[in-house]
């Protein structure tokens, strides 16, 4: 099933994402407590602050957001089966074009070894999913990320739930309620995700 790109951007104007079962059925989900990752208090941890300084993996964006989604939708040890349908690659990727999807990805020797991908709309950055072939690719891609987000004016980094994966960087749980305060702050705010360039190191 592929959704209309309108049909989305209202759903997360309303702080409500879907996701598809093992059928491609769409459900839709407004999580009590929802996780963020506040933009001002991100951290990174030491070791992973090395890696990014050692350059070992070249940062792009929005270089190859299908080949992206669908690493993401690839079972994992860590996740099982995935919720990220046909339907919903197609359905993003349309976003994409719209430039209200983008994805931040690492490079290895001219692999895609790691990446992740959301949604932006004015402040808010909806977090969808991440992948990694290799150790702390995802994890650089998000420290990318963040610091784009930051850049660009963003003020809300949604990661929808919260893991142990995601704490380390700083994530928190909110209420619905604060989380329906913060999305609207966030409305209003004229934020820019930059065009998409290739880093290579740092």
Not at 115 to 143: H, N, W
Request: hydrophobic share 45%.
């Amino acid at each position: 099933m592929i959704l209309n790109p309108h049909l989305l951007i209202s759903a997360y104007c309303q702080g409500i994402f879907p996701m598809a079962d093992e059928r491609g059925a769409i459900s839709w989900y407004d999580p009590d407590p929802r996780a963020i990752i506040p933009l001002e208090t991100f951290h990174v941890p030491r070791r992973l602050r090395r890696t990014v300084r050692r350059g070992r993996f070249e940062i792009r964006v929005d270089c190859d957001f299908c080949g992206v989604m669908q690493a993401c939708a690839e079972p994992s040890p860590y996740r099982g089966d995935t919720w990220i349908s046909a339907g919903l690659v197609e359905s993003y990727t349309l976003l994409h074009q719209m430039n209200l999807a983008h994805s931040v990805e690492t490079w290895l020797d001219g692999r895609l070894v790691g990446g992740l991908y959301g949604v932006a709309i004015r402040g808010l950055f909806a977090g969808e999913s991440m992948f990694s072939r290799e150790t702390d690719a995802s994890k650089v891609a998000l420290v990318a990320l963040v610091e784009r987000l930051q850049r660009g004016g963003f003020v809300l980094l949604d990661t929808q739930f919260l893991t142990d994966h995601l704490s380390q960087f700083g994530a928190i749980e909110i209420s619905r309620d604060e989380y329906q305060l913060r999305l609207a702050q966030a409305l209003q705010v004229d934020a820019t995700f930059e065009p998409a360039v290739a880093i290579a190191g740092r």
